[in-house]
């Protein structure tokens, strides 16, 4: 299993901007694709973005489409999830995960970061 670290969370006012981080062990990490989850207080945890192993195919949720945008560089084994004109409606712990193919579901997902806060202030 490959290891993942988050960071870049924090306090933005609506409309600002956040770039996530998510460091991961290991010496095969294009092997893997990646993806962010989020989970509000008292919702189920939700898909935001996923992208291949080099780079080739990412999906989006409708809901941050067009704001957000996920990216990867292999030679430093990190992904980045790019927020911007964010929304109070974004405020969520966000999550990096590495699974064997790109996918959209958690479940398909089996390794998983501890998670960074995001919070977007009306």
């Known amino acids: ?5 988050e960071s870049g969370g924090g306090l933005v006012q609506a409309g600002g901007s956040l770039r996530l981080s998510c460091a991961a062990s290991g010496r095969t990490f294009s092997g893997y694709a990646m993806g962010w989850f989020r989970q509000a207080p008292g919702k189920e945890r939700e898909f935001v973005a996923s992208i291949s192993g080099r780079g080739g ?3 989006y ?3 941050v489409k067009g704001r957000f945008t996920i990216s990867r560089d292999n030679a430093k084994n990190t992904v ?4 911007n004109s964010l929304k109070p ?3 969520a712990v966000y999550f990096c995960a590495a699974g064997p193919r790109v996918a959209t579901t958690a479940a398909l997902f089996a390794s998983w970061g501890q998670g960074t806060q995001v919070t977007v202030s009306s």
């Open 57 to 59: 195919m990412t999906y």
């Open 1 to 5: 299993q490959v290891q993942l670290v």
């Open 61 to 63: 949720a409708d809901s």
């Open 89 to 91: 409606e974004d405020t």
């Open 80 to 83: 980045y999830l790019q927020m």
